[in-house]
T-cell receptor
Framework: DADVTQTPRNRITKTGKRIMLECSQT?????MYWYRQDPGLGLRLIYY???????NKGEISDGYSVSRQAQAKFSLSLESAIPNQTALYFC??????????FGPGTRLTVL | AQSVTQPDIHITVSEGASLELRCNYS??????LFWYVQSPGQGLQLLLK??????LVQGIKGFEAEFKRSQSSFNLRKPSVHWSDAAEYFC??????????FGKGTRLHILP
């Protein structure tokens, strides 16, 4: 079984809809991250969490929110989706060495 | 603030040829350095990492990278590429504050 899982893997939605992307991990790591990937821009950090009571904004948090329901679960929400949020979204966890372990990604399309 | 530059957006090499992907970083102290690979439709997989010690680091799939402090570089190399190495490669730098910064990636194409 994969250590970091993301659901859904693909999602098409309409402008203005609320959508939630979910991430679960079995690695036992405290640190979890959400990134978005756009062609030519690499990965950009949206939010990160060091434990269930610690949530931090990354470089592109506007338009997004997160919830850390448990050590193993970290959800990303788009309250009102817009077309420029169309991207590939990755969840990751990290150990104390800063090594990050990525989920398979969620491809989100906002029409 | 730390940053990472991958000067080459695309690289094309012939199967069996050697490969070097460039990475330059900006950081005041000794950084943590990483190379990740992303195959089409997949997430990112760690190839190798450098924290301290020997500046030549061996990774998975026959890759290696060399940390050169004087040049602020961490270039990735492979002596002989295989068609399955076609992917996008990301260099990343960490400052020990539990976040890492990724470069924009280099897409590797392999000619048969």
């Amino acid at each position: 079984d994969a250590d970091v899982t993301q659901t859904p893997r693909n999602r098409i939605t309409k402008t203005g809809k609320r959508i939630m992307l979910e991430c679960s991990q079995t690695k036992g790591h405290d640190r979890m991250y959400w990134y978005r990937q756009d062609p030519g821009l690499g990965l950009r950090l949206i939010y990160y969490s060091f434990d269930v009571k610690d949530i931090n904004k990354g470089e592109i948090s506007d338009g997004y929110s997160v919830s850390r329901q448990a050590q193993a679960k970290f959800s990303l929400s788009l309250e009102s989706a817009i077309p420029n949020q169309t991207a590939l979204y990755f969840c990751a966890t990290s150990d104390k060495s800063d090594t990050q372990y990525f989920g398979p990604g969620t491809r989100l399309t906002v029409l | 603030a730390q940053s990472v530059t991958q000067p080459d957006i695309h690289i094309t090499v012939s199967e069996g040829a050697s490969l070097e992907l460039r990475c330059n970083y900006s950081y005041g102290a000794t950084p943590y350095l990483f190379w990740y690979v992303q195959s089409p439709g997949q997430g990112l997989q760690l190839l190798l990492k450098y924290f301290s010690g020997d500046t030549l680091v061996q990774g998975i799939k026959g890759f290696e990278a060399e940390f050169k402090r004087s040049q602020s570089s961490f270039n990735l190399r492979k002596p002989s590429v295989h068609w399955s190495d076609a992917a996008e490669y990301f260099c990343a730098v960490g400052a020990g504050d539990d976040k890492i910064i990724f470069g924009k990636g280099t897409r590797l194409h392999i000619l048969p």
